[in-house]
């Protein structure tokens, strides 16, 4: 029987492919009409993700168990992770699913940097010198390279991440007495008021291509898979090497946007990413 810690890695690891999936299905959705908005995009993932778990319980007719302890993190965890999904898509729109991920994925730096604020952990000299390096990365996917550089579409990306990283700190604390379930309960929930807020101030456009519905059903069903499986490694496995296998999602990401769309990063883009996934594979374990 496999331990606790290997199921973890394992679900993280399943969690990483989806996400790459679905990264690439957002950019495929941009890639067949770029008039359709990130925030439908990221709206339609919601909705499929809040359908996945509501249509269970309520066969069950246990509606209740999502609500969990109603603890204030679970609502901030919900709206954190709410706008930086939606920052998130926005970036893949615009620079597409591997440099996106990659400048995403600093929110493990930013977990770090905040670590000693939020969660009281002290960083060593090394896991300083490692978030040192992992901004050099990012710093060196915002430099110009071989051709102009989308500076709003990468901003959006980077700022995903930070957010996402507030937004690790709080299932930390609601995890522990939450289950999985009511985790991406209020997620979806803060998402839903986000998103229905966004689209009465600046509208909306609905999709009339049915390839576009498929693909935005699919982004969906991936987003939804992969947030359970992440949810679930987070409160099984330590977050040290749970953290680190999550570098896979980038690694995943950049293979998707090379083989399907063919974008070749330039070659201070790819020496960022490496600095990235270097440094952000360590930190966890230097701290």
């Known amino acids: 029987m496999k331990s606790p810690h290997i199921c973890g890695l394992l679900d993280m690891i399943g969690a990483c492919l989806l996400f790459s999936m679905m990264n690439a299905s957002v950019y495929a959705i941009t890639d067949l009409d770029n008039t359709i908005p990130s925030s439908v995009i990221s709206f339609v993932r919601i909705l499929c993700n809040l359908l996945i778990l509501l249509v269970p319980t309520l066969i069950n007719r246990n509606p209740g168990s999502l609500l969990g302890d109603r603890r204030p993190s679970l609502w901030l965890r919900g ?20 440099e996106s991920a990659f400048l995403t994925a ?3 730096v930013f977990v770090a940097l905040l ?16 978030i040192i390096g992992s901004l050099a990365g ?19 990306a980077l700022a995903s991440g930070l957010l996402s990283a507030l937004a690790f700190l709080m299932v930390a604390r609601a995890g522990r007495s939450n289950s999985p379930a009511s985790v991406i309960f209020y997620f979806c929930l803060a998402a839903l008021i986000v998103h229905l807020l966004y689209f009465a101030l600046y509208g909306y456009t609905v999709p009339d291509q049915a390839e576009i519905w498929g693909l935005l059903l699919l982004t969906g069903a991936l987003g939804s898979g992969a947030q359970y499986f992440m949810t679930r490694a987070y409160q099984t496995a330590p977050a040290a090497s749970v953290s680190a296998v999550g570098y896979l999602t980038p690694v995943f990401s950049l293979s998707w946007g090379v083989l399907l769309f063919s974008q070749i990063p330039s070659q201070l883009a790819l020496l960022g990413s490496l600095l990235i996934l270097l440094f952000g594979v360590l930190l966890p374990f230097l701290r």
């Not at 706008?83 to 699913?97: E, H, K, Y």
């Not at 670590?115 to 490692?130: D, F, H, I, M, T």
């Not at 990012?138 to 959006?156: E, K, T």
């Open 79 to 98: 709206l954190f992770g709410a706008i930086a999904l939606m920052l998130s898509f926005a970036g893949i729109s615009r620079i597409g699913p591997g």
């Open 106 to 108: 600093s929110s493990g």
């Open 115 to 130: 670590g000693p604020v939020v969660l009281k952990q002290r960083n060593s000299w090394l896991g300083w010198l490692a």
């Open 138 to 156: 990012v710093s060196l996917l915002f430099a110009p390279g071989d051709g102009r550089v989308d500076l709003l579409g990468r901003a959006m």
